[in-house]
């Protein structure tokens, strides 16, 4: 029954599609550039996520170590502060290897030393990788321990020099972190109250065109079922075609731009067709609903 009932369904709505076909694509174009756009959003959100992640690990914790810390002492510093679990990563720079840096970066500055018959000023180092710059507090009470203090000469992030291990930078990282979070949010939030009402617009447009198709059927003493059928499948044609249009406009807008997102686009196109069927199927039943009971004049 339920076989008979969908297939004869579906000849009436693919008729129906070629028979309105202009209505059609308008309805497919008008969804697929709400997709369009609320894709547009969610690839900013990956990049903006992506782009403070990878600005967050280039900010390390560089500890400048006393003169008559041996690199033994070093090392064993080492291993004690990768015991913490926010540390990604330790590096020791050696005095020797800090000078040798400071030749290959500034020639220029490095033939002073040597003229002059200086010795080596720079000290060692230590750089300390953590995965967020919200870390660095942890980092900073373990350093601030009395037994750290004789090993330890200054801390500072970035080029940052003084003793606190909360700079400026990590906190600007982390306020805009949190402030892109909230704007994403609610203009994920937004597009997807003012899509479904553009959506269900569309959609009432298509069918109230059609009204006195519906009428007729009514009259004749057809079935609700068999009434509704035909929009539940036209709804979810216009979903999915209206979802590769979305995603086909991303992904030709990404190719002019070179665009890289970090993201599993193919479960979001999934997800997003799921929910564009869910949203345009309920949106048809509505709008069938109403002249299904509406009262013929």
Do not use: C
């Not at 059927?217 to 009434?227: D, E, H, N």
């Not at 590769?244 to 665009?259: H, P, S, V």
């Amino acid at each position: 029954m339920f076989q008979a009932l969908f297939k004869k369904g579906l000849h009436l709505s693919l008729t129906n599609i070629w028979r309105n076909k202009f209505l059609s694509l308008a309805t497919i174009f008008v969804i697929g550039v709400i997709l369009f756009i609320f894709n547009i959003i969610l690839s900013v959100n990956f990049i903006a996520q992506k782009s403070l992640y990878e600005l967050g690990q280039k900010v390390d914790l560089i500890v400048y170590l006393n003169d008559t810390t041996t690199e033994a002492d070093a090392q064993n510093l080492i291993s004690e502060i990768k015991t913490l679990p926010v540390v990604s990563d330790v590096t020791y720079t050696s005095k020797e290897q800090a000078i040798e840096d400071l030749k290959a970066t500034h020639p220029d500055l490095s033939l002073s030393f040597e003229k002059y018959d200086l010795e080596n000023p720079l000290p060692a180092s230590l750089s300390i990788s953590t995965a967020s710059p919200t870390d660095h507090q942890e980092v900073s009470d373990f350093l601030n321990k009395p037994q750290y203090q004789n090993f330890l000469s200054t801390v500072s992030i970035g080029d940052t020099s003084d003793n606190s291990i909360i700079s400026g930078i990590s906190k600007n990282i982390s306020a805009l972190g949190r402030l892109t979070n909230q704007i994403i949010f609610w203009l994920i939030i937004t597009f997807l109250v003012g899509g479904t009402l553009i959506i269900l617009n569309a959609l009432q447009i298509a069918i109230y065109a059609r009204r006195k198709e519906i009428e007729v059927m009514k009259l004749v003493g057809a079935s609700l079922w068999f009434i509704r059928m035909p929009f539940i499948i036209e709804a979810t044609i216009y979903a999915v075609m209206a979802t590769l249009l979305g995603f086909l406009m991303l992904f030709l807008l990404a190719q002019k731009t070179d665009i890289s997102v970090a993201a599993s686009w193919t479960n979001i196109f999934f997800i997003e067709l799921s929910l564009t069927i869910f949203i345009s199927v309920t949106s048809s039943l509505i709008a069938v609903h109403e002249h299904l009971f509406r009262k013929s004049l």
